[in-house]
DNA sequence: TACATTACTTTGAAATTCAAACAAAGTAGG
DNA sequence: CCTACTTTGTTTGAATTTCAAAGTAATGTA
């Protein structure tokens, strides 16, 4: 396995430019970095508890509160009382946070496109089941 | 193309895990996430100016003043004058610097190790080609 | 030479984060 | 039931991090 090496360095390196991509992309509209991120988190995968959100977003619990807190003030998201378990809280998009999602969500479609525009069909396609594949593996 | 959203979402999933790797292993030593991440980028890259440094890691040139300032004081970087224009200062790694670096380095390459073992080689070497060609569209 | 630009540092205020202490709700064993 | 323990989210206060703006020194330019 010669190339293991070529194939981490190409992975980091990929990670990297997606991190910059990432914050190039945020500092032009008017909302942190840590608020897409939640954003995207919760557009993704739906509503979620608060501990879930933090433990997503690696920070601790006291953390996400207050940033739940900047987010419900900022018209990102809210807050609703869980069905079953009332010490739980799930945290929710609003309109204009689901609004920023599908924004973010194109910027993201437009670059894939850009990024994969020098493979063929048949590259992306093993692109594809390689991601797939690797993501299960994590 | 209808499976460009499935590309955009699996990368999208692939760049998020990779983000919760790298913060949990951070976690276990005792270095800062930003620290590693600028011992990484220098051990990959080299020596760097302040501001390239800055720029790498997207944050404001007296962030980066101070951030070294605390690298140096942690014994994981050194400033060395730059060799043609005075202005500028060179970071580069310390001894421990880099040995952070390759440690770190090393978990990289056992996770990417761990995350193909699900691919033949035929894929392994497809997929190092789709990363390369993508890296050059960025 | 004079003027603008670049690279880095310093500073002071604002934002972010964490650990620890707390309250409320769930769980398990007797 | 009851007691003890765990889980979930919030609050608090201190420490850290960040930025924008102002300052300094070196370089480029006209």
Request: hydrophobic share 40%; glycine share 4%; proline share 1%.
């Amino acid at each position: 396995m010669p190339h293991l090496d070529q194939l981490n360095h190409a992975i980091i390196e990929f990670y990297e430019k997606l991190s910059s991509w990432e914050h190039s992309v945020v500092k032009e509209i008017g909302v942190t970095l840590a608020h897409v991120h939640a954003v995207e988190l919760l557009g993704i995968h739906g509503a979620m508890r608060m501990k879930e959100l933090a433990m997503k977003m690696s920070v601790t619990t006291g953390t996400m509160t207050v940033q739940v807190d900047n987010m419900v003030k900022a018209d990102l998201v809210r807050r609703r009382p869980h069905d079953t378990d009332r010490r739980s809280i799930l945290v929710e998009l609003t309109e204009k946070g689901q609004q920023i999602y599908q924004n973010h969500d194109a910027l993201h479609h437009d670059l894939t496109q850009q990024i994969t525009s020098g493979l063929d069909t048949t590259q992306q396609q093993a692109l594809l089941n390689c991601l797939i594949q690797m993501n299960r593996e994590f």
